[in-house]
């Protein structure tokens, strides 16, 4: 069967959903706990419990100074974003971070270079994200570019971490594809909220998120210039 025809291509899509706990086993856990966090705060707790654990969990300067591992670790198992109200544009940061990041290229660094390392790229995006933003905040206040609320924003969910596999994922596409899918990357967060510019800077999670790619992208270059080296030396391993 060729598998460029209309059978082939639902054949092979039904193949990857079907074997996909096997072969990304943790990004599938992930996905997991991250869909029954979301159902148990949406709808399990009472609003005020609920606004009380993201307030408790976001990556604020206040929470970074107060209890930081909670609020780096907690807010790496909310998403912020919505499944049900499809025409708004949380819907569409949900289709992107938890869809397009963590189903597709979060599973994609899994499989091509096995889940340990795909949890220290995905944490280290998400941790190295926020605390490179909150440098650009701290500075941001001591020239008066953000306001003084800004230590008590709310601001959790996986989105840096998906930023920083999107990045990464540059190295899947065709080489053809890489400066539209690179574009995307960047464009998305100005496109979202990259409109509001309280100062010289943007709004500090489009900041976040810009960090957050040009983790990925360093990455990317990285295992390029890898290969590249072990390709050159003839090493076991580099075709």
């Given at each position: 069967?060729?598998?460029?025809?209309?059978?082939?291509l639902?054949t092979?899509?039904?193949?990857?959903v079907?074997?996909?706990?096997?072969?990304?086993?943790?990004?599938?856990?992930?996905?997991v706990?991250l869909l029954l966090g979301?159902?148990?705060?949406?709808?399990v707790?009472?609003?005020?419990r609920a606004?009380?654990?993201r307030?408790?969990?976001?990556?604020?300067?206040?929470?970074?100074?107060?209890?930081?591992v909670?609020?780096?670790?907690?807010?790496?198992l909310?998403?912020d974003g919505?499944?049900?109200e499809v025409l708004?544009?949380g819907f569409?940061?949900?289709?992107?971070?938890?869809?397009?990041?963590?189903?597709?290229c979060?599973?994609w660094t899994?499989?091509?270079h096995g889940s340990?390392?795909?949890?220290?790229?995905?944490l280290g995006?998400?941790?190295?994200?926020?605390?490179?933003?909150?440098?650009?905040?701290?500075?941001?206040?001591?020239h008066?570019w953000?306001?003084q609320d800004?230590?008590?924003?709310?601001?959790y969910g996986?989105?840096?971490?998906?930023?920083?596999?999107?990045?990464?994922?540059t190295l899947a596409?065709?080489?053809?594809?890489r400066?539209?899918?690179a574009?995307?990357?960047?464009?998305?967060?100005?496109?979202?909220?990259?409109g509001e510019?309280?100062?010289?800077?943007?709004?500090?999670?489009t900041?976040?998120?810009?960090?957050?790619a040009a983790?990925?992208?360093?990455?990317?270059?990285a295992?390029?210039?890898?290969?590249?080296?072990?390709?050159r030396?003839?090493a076991?391993g580099?075709?």
């Amino acid at each position: 069967m060729n598998a460029r025809t209309p059978r082939g291509l639902l054949t092979g899509a039904l193949h990857a959903v079907r074997t996909y706990p096997r072969r990304s086993p943790l990004t599938f856990g992930y996905v997991v706990l991250l869909l029954l966090g979301h159902v148990w705060v949406e709808s399990v707790l009472a609003a005020d419990r609920a606004d009380a654990l993201r307030d408790h969990i976001s990556t604020n300067l206040d929470n970074l100074h107060d209890h930081p591992v909670t609020a780096l670790f907690g807010s790496a198992l909310l998403f912020d974003g919505t499944l049900t109200e499809v025409l708004s544009t949380g819907f569409g940061s949900t289709l992107i971070t938890l869809g397009l990041g963590v189903c597709c290229c979060l599973a994609w660094t899994e499989r091509r270079h096995g889940s340990l390392r795909a949890a220290a790229v995905f944490l280290g995006g998400h941790i190295g994200a926020t605390l490179l933003t909150a440098a650009v905040i701290l500075l941001a206040l001591r020239h008066g570019w953000y306001p003084q609320d800004v230590r008590q924003a709310s601001d959790y969910g996986i989105s840096y971490g998906a930023q920083t596999v999107l990045a990464l994922a540059t190295l899947a596409v065709p080489r053809w594809a890489r400066l539209p899918w690179a574009a995307f990357v960047l464009a998305w967060p100005l496109a979202g909220g990259g409109g509001e510019w309280p100062g010289p800077l943007p709004e500090f999670t489009t900041v976040g998120h810009l960090l957050a790619a040009a983790l990925g992208f360093a990455l990317a270059a990285a295992v390029t210039l890898t290969a590249s080296r072990r390709r050159r030396s003839g090493a076991p391993g580099s075709a």
